[in-house]
């Protein structure tokens, strides 16, 4: 199996080129963060990520996490530990954090560079920063000053770790179901008792921290039902005082994939937590955590794809097998010859370009949105990571599961062979489509909350931005007509889910899918423009693939958009059972 390499050059590309890196510097925050500091800080942790990540991946899926019932403990698997420690020693996780807590004060984009490079070197061990990462936002944002104090700065330099409790086993995707109850101490401290069961927990329990800061959906006495009626809690493993709180792991799952990922049942049975801002408010609270969490897995499906696409690749030069067209008689060519398997690495080629633009022009504007000078700036960012965030997270999730499906296409009957180690990438990928709300729920959450927004303008003027980078030429009226196909869609959606939201519902995926491939051609529309400026002909030819062969499909997609639901319910729930 290959080794993982950091597409340095890639990335630079994008930076340069797709988004714009040497102006988030000059933001007040940035100043120390110009380009040329960030490059040396990416080359040292690529090499940190090819050194240390990336050899233990392989143990991980094939050794995975272990659960001691004797002790309710997780142990991590072989290497774990030091990867971490080194991890933390080296202060990577602090880097986009504000330096008022230890952190070095970079932006979210770089952190979402570093983010790619970590997930491709190895997924499992991405998750635990990753969690960590999105409930210090979340403290940052909505902690009190005491609350800050105590947990931001050991989270930030990573002595600490955290996560995210929301799912029980009544309430995975319905949020409101949560029963997990807190009651105010009975030692009137200001503290309170949090009891019930959390399921899906990554990175619950393990050994690599000396403690975990748990962030709690749970209820209080009278409060209302469904989602408005949740609170959020901090309830650490450890105790100010030193002694273990009472929240237990009973159990990690046995997983398809993320096998070194532990994730964990939590058992809370009067476990001291601390009430985050008002009771309540939790769930306004933690969607600060889960949007900056959506974005990270949507990126996980290029992270996963630029791996996968590297393996495929590799294998691809190394595996000979018939002659191809115009091969010299009697010998057999490498399958990189071969027409088909030429189009599957482009369209690998291709999407991970496409997908690693639109998560970092994500990323950017979520930097603007923070740290912009210009009101009106930031309020345009905003609606920009609000409409963007679902479709990076379902459209790169799906198409990360695709290229690393590609990529055991590429090895033949080798990849369905779990030594060659790309089965892998796609039982690790499987499951970014359904953690952190289903690709489903992204795409009622953009059909039903994003278009509408401002009456659909700003859907409106993010078309407008895609048109202005028509390619022009031959490509020009392609590009066009795939835009005109999503305005259509749009305006369609808008105009039926005012008076049957069923039919937009049932239109929600494929026009997800529909903006995705848009999106991405307006990434690579821009991408065909600079190389072809840059004399860059590798990146002009798998922009043009892109717009030629893959951005077309969007038209496709109108029909089973603008359908309705008829179809979707003209059976009742027992005539769909196959086995009548």
Same mark, same amino acid.
């Given at each position: 199996? *290959?080794?993982?390499?950091?597409?340095?050059?890639?990335?630079?590309?994008?930076?340069?080129?797709?988004?714009?890196?040497?102006?988030?510097?000059?933001?007040?925050?940035?100043?120390?963060?110009?380009?040329?500091?960030?490059?040396?800080?990416?080359?040292?942790?690529? &090499?940190?990520?090819?050194?240390?990540?990336?050899?233990?991946?392989?143990?991980?899926?094939?050794?995975?996490?272990?659960?001691?019932?004797?002790?309710?403990?997780?142990?991590?698997?072989?290497?774990?530990?030091?990867?971490?420690?080194?991890?933390?020693?080296?202060?990577?996780?602090?880097?986009?954090?504000?330096?008022?807590?230890? /952190?070095? /004060?970079?932006?979210?984009?770089?952190?979402i560079v570093m983010q790619e490079l970590m997930t491709s070197a190895n997924m499992s061990f991405s998750l635990c920063p990753l969690l960590t990462q999105g409930a210090i936002d979340m403290?940052?944002?909505?902690?009190?000053?005491?609350?800050?104090?105590?947990?931001?700065?050991?989270?930030? @330099?990573?002595?600490?770790?955290?996560?995210?409790?929301?799912?029980?086993?009544?309430?995975?995707?319905?949020?409101?179901?949560?029963?997990?109850?807190?009651?105010?101490?009975?030692?009137?401290?200001?503290?309170?008792?949090?009891?019930?069961?959390?399921?899906?927990?990554?990175?619950?329990?393990?050994?690599?921290?000396? #403690?975990?800061?748990?962030?709690?959906?749970?209820?209080?006495?009278?409060?209302?039902?469904?989602?408005? /009626?949740?609170?959020?809690?901090?309830?650490?493993?450890?105790?100010?005082?030193?002694? &273990? #709180?009472?929240?237990?792991?009973?159990?990690?799952?046995?997983?398809?994939?993320?096998?070194?990922?532990?994730?964990?049942?939590?058992?809370?049975?009067?476990?001291?937590?601390?009430?985050?801002?008002?009771?309540?408010? /939790?769930?306004?609270?933690?969607?600060?955590?889960?949007?900056? *969490?959506?974005? @990270?897995?949507?990126?996980?499906?290029?992270?996963?794809?630029?791996?996968?696409?590297?393996?495929?690749?590799?294998?691809?030069?190394?595996?000979?097998?018939?002659?191809?067209?115009?091969?010299?008689?009697?010998? @057999?060519?490498?399958?990189?010859?071969?027409?088909?398997?030429? &189009?599957?690495?482009?369209?690998?080629?291709?999407?991970?370009?496409?997908?690693?633009?639109?998560?970092?022009?994500?990323?950017?504007?979520?930097?603007?949105? &923070?740290?912009?000078?210009?009101?009106?700036?930031?309020?345009?960012?905003?609606?920009?990571?609000?409409?963007?965030?679902?479709?990076?997270?379902?459209?790169?999730?799906?198409?990360?599961?695709?290229?690393?499906?590609? *990529?055991?296409?590429?090895?033949?009957?080798?990849?369905?062979?779990?030594?060659?180690?790309?089965?892998?990438?796609?039982?690790?990928?499987?499951?970014?489509?359904?953690?952190?709300?289903?690709?489903?729920?992204?795409?009622?959450?953009?059909?039903?909350?994003?278009?509408?927004?401002?009456?659909?303008?700003?859907?409106?003027?993010?078309?407008?931005?895609?048109?202005?980078?028509?390619?022009?030429?031959?490509?020009?009226?392609?590009?066009?007509?795939?835009?005109?196909?999503?305005?259509? *869609?749009?305006?369609?959606?808008?105009? #039926?889910?005012?008076?049957?939201? #069923?039919?937009?519902?049932?239109?929600?995926?494929?026009?997800?899918?529909?903006?995705?491939?848009?999106?991405?051609g307006w990434v690579m529309a821009r991408q065909l423009r600079a190389a072809q400026d840059a004399g860059d002909e590798r990146r002009a030819t798998s922009a043009r693939f892109y717009l030629?062969?893959?951005?077309?499909?969007?038209?496709?997609?109108?029909?089973?958009?603008?359908?309705?639901?008829?179809?979707?319910?003209?059976?009742?729930?027992?005539?769909?059972?196959?086995?009548?």
């Open positions: 199996m *290959a080794d993982y390499v950091a597409p340095l050059g890639d990335i630079r590309f994008a930076l340069e080129h797709l988004v714009d890196l040497a102006g988030l510097s000059k933001l007040p925050p940035f100043g120390h963060a110009d380009p040329e500091t960030v490059y040396g800080l990416l080359d040292e942790f690529a &090499r940190f990520v090819s050194d240390v990540l990336a050899p233990i991946d392989r143990t991980g899926d094939t050794v995975g996490a272990t659960y001691d019932p004797a002790t309710s403990s997780v142990t991590t698997a072989p290497g774990w530990r030091d990867a971490y420690a080194r991890y933390v020693e080296a202060g990577w996780g602090s880097v986009p954090f504000e330096p008022d807590h230890g /952190g070095g /004060g970079f932006p979210w984009l770089v952190a403290l940052t944002a909505h902690g009190s000053e005491e609350q800050q104090e105590r947990y931001l700065r050991p989270m930030v @330099s990573g002595e600490w770790t955290g996560t995210m409790n929301l799912t029980e086993p009544q309430a995975g995707s319905d949020v409101g179901a949560v029963r997990t109850r807190a009651v105010p101490s009975p030692d009137d401290d200001g503290t309170w008792r949090i009891t019930g069961q959390k399921i899906f927990i990554t990175y619950g329990d393990h050994d690599m921290t000396d #403690n975990i800061v748990h962030l709690v959906l749970a209820r209080v006495p009278d409060a209302p039902p469904g989602t408005k /009626g949740i609170s959020c809690f901090v309830v650490p493993k450890v105790r100010e005082d030193g002694t &273990r #709180n009472a929240v237990r792991c009973i159990g990690i799952e046995h997983k398809m994939g993320i096998h070194a990922s532990p994730t964990c049942t939590l058992e809370y049975d009067d476990a001291t937590g601390y009430l985050i801002g008002e009771p309540n408010a /939790g769930m306004r609270y933690m969607f600060t955590m889960m949007n900056i *969490a959506r974005l @990270s897995v949507g990126l996980s499906g290029l992270a996963i794809g630029e791996r996968s696409y590297q393996q495929a690749y590799d294998y691809a030069l190394e595996r000979r097998q018939g002659r191809a067209v115009g091969a010299p008689a009697g010998e @057999s060519s490498a399958i990189v010859d071969h027409a088909d398997v030429r &189009r599957m690495l482009l369209t690998m080629r291709s999407l991970v370009e496409a997908m690693r633009g639109l998560v970092y022009a994500n990323a950017e504007a979520v930097d603007r949105a &923070r740290h912009s000078e210009d009101e009106t700036d930031r309020q345009h960012a905003q609606e920009v990571v609000d409409l963007l965030t679902p479709v990076t997270k379902a459209w790169c999730t799906d198409m990360g599961t695709e290229v690393a499906s590609l *990529a055991v296409q590429v090895h033949g009957g080798m990849g369905y062979i779990e030594e060659t180690g790309i089965a892998q990438r796609y039982r690790d990928i499987r499951i970014a489509a359904i953690y952190e709300g289903t690709n489903g729920i992204q795409s009622m959450d953009l059909v039903a909350r994003k278009l509408p927004m401002r009456a659909g303008a700003v859907v409106d003027e993010f078309l407008r931005t895609v048109e202005q980078a028509d390619p022009g030429g031959d490509l020009s009226a392609g590009y066009r007509d795939a835009v005109a196909a999503v305005r259509e *869609a749009t305006t369609w959606l808008l105009t #039926n889910g005012a008076s049957d939201p #069923n039919d937009a519902l049932a239109g929600a995926t494929p026009y997800l899918r529909m903006f995705g491939i848009v999106a991405g030629t062969q893959l951005l077309p499909q969007a038209r496709g997609l109108l029909a089973a958009v603008t359908a309705g639901d008829d179809v979707l319910f003209a059976l009742t729930p027992d005539a769909l059972d196959s086995r009548r």
